[in-house]
T-cell receptor, first 109, second 115 residues
C-alpha cells in the first residue's frame, strides 16, 4: 500500500467554483502534511503545510486534516484559471517525504 | 536569488550510456534532495544530503544510481548504465534546515529520456 493515495483526476471546473482535492494516508505515526502546486514543466512549489487536525486557511486556500479518517483535503475558493496545475499532497515524518501522484486541475474561464 | 539550478533541462540518451544530472542549490541551504517523478509512481525521494553528507539513500533504486555532493554549491546524480525505465523527470530541491515545516525549493527538473 502506498504511503499516500491521491486521485489523479483530471478535474475540470468552471472559473469561480469551489475545488476540493483529497488524499488518504495509511500511517498514523507523528507527521505533518503539505500541499504543493506544480505548473506544467515546472518544479513543485509549496502551497501550505499543516500539523494537526482541523483547518488552516491562507487566502483562497484551506487545508484540512482529519486524522481519525486519515484524510487530507485542499479547498480552493473562487477558483481562477491561474490555479490550473497539478496539486501534490505530501506526508512528512522525520525527514521522509511521501508524495501523492498528484491531481491535475483545469479551471475553465 | 536564482533559485535551484539544474542542468541539463532535457537529456536524451541511448540505453547503456552514462547520464550525469547536475544541481546547484540555493546558497545557504543546508539540505539537498534528489527526486524522480513519473506518471505511474509520482514524486519519489531518491536521496538527500545534509551539509554535503548523504543522510538517507534508501530511495535510490539500484546500484546503477549514485549521487555526490562535493561541496555546498554542487551535486550530481549519475546513472550508469542507463535503462529505458529510468526515463523520468529528475528534480533537485534544497531547504534551509530540512526539518519540520521547512520549505523545499525545487529546481525546474531534468527531463530524461533513455531510448
Amino acid at each position: 500500500q502506498k504511503e499516500v493515495e491521491q486521485d489523479p483526476g483530471p478535474l475540470s471546473v468552471p472559473e469561480g467554483a469551489i475545488v476540493s482535492l483529497n488524499c488518504t494516508y495509511s500511517n498514523s505515526a507523528f507527521q505533518y502534511f503539505m500541499w504543493y502546486r506544480q505548473y506544467s514543466r515546472k518544479g513543485p512549489e509549496l502551497l501550505m503545510y499543516t500539523y494537526s487536525s482541523g483547518n488552516k486557511e491562507d487566502g483562497r486556500f484551506t487545508a484540512q486534516v482529519d486524522k481519525s479518517s486519515k484524510y487530507i483535503s485542499l479547498f480552493i475558493r473562487d477558483s481562477q484559471p491561474s490555479d490550473s496545475a497539478t496539486y501534490l499532497c505530501a506526508r512528512v515524518t522525520g525527514n521522509q517525504f511521501y508524495f501523492g501522484t498528484g491531481t491535475s486541475l483545469t479551471v475553465i474561464p | 536569488d536564482a533559485g535551484v539550478i539544474q542542468s541539463p533541462r532535457h537529456e536524451v540518451t541511448e540505453m547503456g550510456q552514462e547520464v550525469t544530472l547536475r544541481c546547484k542549490p540555493i546558497s545557504g541551504h543546508d539540505y539537498l534532495f534528489w527526486y524522480r517523478q513519473t506518471m505511474m509512481r509520482g514524486l519519489e525521494l531518491l536521496i538527500y544530503f545534509n551539509n554535503n553528507v548523504p543522510i538517507d539513500d534508501s530511495g535510490m533504486p539500484e546500484d546503477r544510481f549514485s549521487a555526490k555532493m562535493p561541496n555546498a554549491s554542487f551535486s550530481t546524480l549519475k546513472i550508469q548504465p542507463s535503462e529505458p525505465r529510468d526515463s523520468a523527470v529528475y528534480f533537485c530541491a534544497s531547504s534551509l534546515r530540512g526539518g519540520r515545516g521547512d520549505t523545499q525549493y525545487f529546481g525546474p527538473g531534468t527531463r530524461l529520456t533513455v531510448l
